[in-house]
């Protein structure tokens, strides 16, 4: 097979963009004045897209590329590219599943003690000198509470099995029951939220999902809920959550993820019962040097055997 032509849609990791042109010799979309009249002129040239669940590929995009034969993804989302339009033409799309089940799932476990115990929120009361005259506000008990994931997948189950390590009662909302498990089920959202003591959003993102933690869902959750949210901002009616966050509908979140990223509501920086974090669930190290080669595992299975190796 000829050595494909790659292109990269936007600008990751120094490191990976300098190994992406160094190894494939890609094209670095995010360097040009004008991408869409560039790809209007060079679009056929190429025929491998590397990008990630930040950037995606849209239709509009795939349009310019007419020989278009893989996408390869950095990032186990892939909410943000078109994949029926994918494979409508045959284009394989591959992500970067497994690798960063761990690195999120510690960060929910955190975001849910952050939360809970008021981390964040007393570390603010120290720097603003609050502690010299005046008392922390109380936290809320983590331990043999019960928490309900929403979307029992890989991620899902890596945080059931931090949870458990803190006696917590698991639960769990998903349109496929796992019999093999003996977890409290709830088939909707809502019934979970009604459950649970800690709401945590681990399922995909997309239409699938599009507005599933709706007010309904948060009133569900309660003024002695919480929610955490290391799945897609989209997942949640986002008004609906400024709303209960600022009337205490509900006791609290711990988000990673919003509705229009990097742009987070004022009202959610403003409340002291939320944390707010940029999208950094799988962002260490050795995560992302771990996703990183998937991705150039998967365009050299490509090169080599025309077949990505993580296809979605
Ligand atoms: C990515 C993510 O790190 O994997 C995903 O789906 O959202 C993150 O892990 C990030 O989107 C990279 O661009």
Redesign the pocket.
């Known amino acids: 097979m000829k050595k494909p032509t790659v292109l990269q849609i936007?600008s990751?990791t120094d490191r990976f963009n300098q190994r992406m042109a160094e190894t494939w010799k890609a094209h670095p979309l995010w360097t040009e004045a004008d991408p869409a009249a560039f790809l209007a002129e060079n679009g056929a040239k190429f025929d491998v897209v590397a990008t990630?669940?930040?950037?995606g590929c849209r239709e509009a995009q795939m349009k310019l590329l007419p020989n278009l034969a893989a996408i390869c993804s950095?990032?186990?989302?892939?909410?943000a590219i078109d994949v029926d339009v994918a494979k409508g033409r045959s284009i394989q799309v591959s992500?970067?599943p497994n690798v960063?089940n761990d690195c999120?799932a510690d960060l929910a476990m955190g975001l849910i003690i952050d939360v809970a115990r008021r981390m964040s929120q007393t570390d603010r009361f120290v720097r603003e000198g609050k502690w010299l005259s005046g008392a922390p506000p109380l936290g809320t008990q983590v331990f043999r509470k019960k928490l309900g994931i929403v979307g029992l997948g890989r991620i899902g189950r890596a945080v059931v099995q931090r949870a458990s390590g803190f006696e917590m009662q698991i639960g769990y909302s998903d349109p496929i029951r796992d019999h093999r498990v003996h977890y409290h089920y709830e088939p909707t959202a809502e019934g979970l939220a009604e459950w649970a003591d800690f709401l945590v959003l681990t399922c995909i993102?997309g239409p699938a999902t599009k507005g599933l933690v709706s007010r309904r869902v948060l009133e569900a959750l309660g003024p002695t809920g919480y929610l955490i949210n290391v799945s897609?901002g989209s997942v949640v009616d986002e008004p609906a959550l400024v709303e209960a966050v600022t009337k205490g509908t509900i006791a609290g979140a711990a988000l990673d993820?919003y509705a229009s990223e990097p742009n987070v509501p004022a009202e959610l920086i403003a409340s002291p019962n939320v944390v707010v974090l940029p999208?950094?669930?799988?962002?260490t190290a050795e995560?992302?040097l771990a996703?990183e080669e998937l991705v150039f595992q998967n365009l050299a299975a490509f090169a080599e055997t025309g077949e990505v190796i993580n296809r979605v």
């Open positions: 936007g990751m990630s669940a930040r950037y950095f990032g186990v989302g892939y909410d992500n970067t960063l999120v993102g897609r993820v999208h950094i669930a799988s962002g995560t992302r996703m």
